[in-house]
């Protein structure tokens, strides 16, 4: 059971340069998130999605885009990147519930040059 | 609004030492509180979590948190530090304020254990 997968795990980018960082889950969640982690600041919520076909803005949406075509899969796009998103992308699953636990994958450490 | 403070961004302990990292959370709804870790390079594991069941809620390897309701916070305790452990700690907060049921994470404490 591979849980969440994360691909790439690492990526240089130029300022103004595009990407796409793909999330896979296999536990059929209907709850998946994009964090980015910076030194001293823990995770923040950038989007998330409560099932196929949605999305909404979390904490720090600006300069991302998302979106959640198949259940299991949640991508996260960088259109023009900027040296201020260099930092380490964690992408969670979770049931939903109010007590269930979010499942995390490896991360991917982004630096924009 | 909910958020979480972790009281210190860094703790050392020796080995064989007890270990404790603080947690306060605020939140408006009766929260979900959890604590995860994070080895260096690695994704987060969940250590424990808190959902109403019982005030004293024990976690993998050692460690056990409370939930002090008058206090508002889940301290993260263990008996005897290990080498093992030294990583980074998140208290995190759920509660139902959006259909999002976001986490809310806090700013992380990193462990640190002398030989």
């Known amino acids: 059971n591979a849980g969440v997968t994360q691909t790439p795990k690492f990526r240089v980018l130029k300022t103004g340069q595009s990407m796409t960082l793909l999330c896979a889950q296999d536990?059929?969640?209907?709850?998946m998130y994009w964090y980015r982690q910076d030194p001293g600041m823990g995770l923040r919520l950038i989007h998330y999605s409560v099932g196929e076909g949605t999305t909404a803005k979390g904490e720090v949406p600006d300069g991302y885009n998302v979106s959640r075509l198949k259940k299991q899969n949640f991508l996260l796009g960088l259109e023009s990147a900027a040296p201020s998103q260099t930092s380490v992308y964690f992408c969670?699953?979770?049931?939903?519930?109010?007590?269930?636990?979010?499942?995390f994958g490896q991360g991917t450490r982004l630096t924009v040059v | 609004a909910q958020s979480v403070t972790q009281l210190d961004s860094h703790v050392s302990v020796s080995e064989g030492t007890p270990v404790l990292l603080r947690c306060n959370y605020s939140?408006?709804?009766?929260?979900?509180l959890f604590w995860y870790v994070q080895h260096p390079n690695k994704g987060l594991q969940l250590l424990l979590k808190y959902t109403s069941a019982a005030t004293l809620v024990k976690g993998i390897n050692g460690f056990e948190a409370e939930f002090k309701k008058s206090e508002t916070s889940f301290h993260l305790t263990k008996p005897s530090a290990h080498m093992s452990d030294a990583a980074e700690y998140f208290c995190v907060v759920r509660s139902r304020l959006n259909e999002g049921n976001m986490l809310t994470f806090g700013g992380g404490t990193r462990l640190m254990v002398k030989p």
């Open positions: 969670a699953s979770s049931k939903g519930g109010l007590n269930t636990e979010a499942f």
């Open positions: 939140s408006s709804y009766s929260p979900s």
């Open positions: 536990m059929n969640h209907e709850y």
